[in-house]
């Protein structure tokens, strides 16, 4: 199978573009938010870092064992999700001509780009999506040891200093599942793409207004900024 790779029609690069873009700043936007407008995934690192200095004196260190254990398995839950989305969607290509004809059933669909066509910037995030949980899960393990190399004694001058190092990991580790996460997000917005480039357009939007909201207006934003008493 050939797949249609000529020139895109105007509105479709455009939509193409607007999604490129939204995902990238919109990452950009929450990884290096305003000084006065902190994100979500920024104030949850001095978080990580408060955890890491609570566990050099937290005896017995079963809790911290069981909540590293608890992240490494969402990652690989995510990964796994992403790996067979991608069978599904590479399927899909190899099976154009039926779902050409449903998306040309749909009743807001519009003339464009082949189905497959439409289907490579999905896969495409999603196999991003997959690489940054599979390296989100190498670094919480890579976290796990740095744990587990931090001496019993809070009063060894090592004990802070390697619990330090085991945060900075755990914050780089998040932000990669984060990514990995808007990754998603953005692939779902793709699949609007079927519907044509209003759809695209329009699902990007959505899928920008809801990271944006969550990260810098949501609830839990406003309970995690409540620090004090």
């Not at 999905?122 to 040891?145: D, P, Q, T």
Request: aromatic fraction near 8%; charge should be positive.
């Amino acid at each position: 199978m050939t797949l249609p790779l000529g020139p895109l029609a105007p509105l479709d690069a455009a939509a193409l573009l607007a999604l490129v873009i939204a995902w990238t700043l919109s990452g950009w936007l929450i990884e290096n938010p305003p000084r006065g407008r902190p994100s979500v995934s920024f104030l949850m690192q001095e978080y990580r870092h408060d955890w890491m200095r609570t566990f050099v004196t937290r005896q017995p260190r079963i809790f911290d064992a069981q909540l590293i254990d608890s992240l490494r398995q969402g990652t690989a839950f995510f990964a796994s999700a992403c790996l067979i989305a991608i069978g599904g969607g590479v399927a899909l290509i190899g099976n154009a001509a039926t779902v050409q004809n449903l998306a040309d059933d749909l009743p807001l669909a519009s003339p464009g780009p082949d189905v497959a066509l439409r289907m490579l910037p999905v896969i495409a995030l999603l196999a991003n999506a997959l690489l940054k949980f599979v390296w989100a899960h190498r670094l919480f393990g890579y976290c796990s040891i740095l744990m587990a190399a931090v001496p019993n004694d809070p009063a060894d001058p090592l004990a802070f200093h390697r619990a330090g190092q085991a945060a900075e990991i755990n914050i780089t580790a998040a932000k990669s599942f984060n990514r990995g996460l808007r990754s998603i997000y953005f692939a779902l917005a793709a699949l609007a793409w079927l519907l044509g480039p209003w759809g695209l357009l329009i699902g990007t939007g959505l899928s920008t207004a809801v990271l944006v909201r969550r990260e810098f207006a949501s609830h839990s934003r406003q309970v995690i900024l409540s620090r004090q008493p």
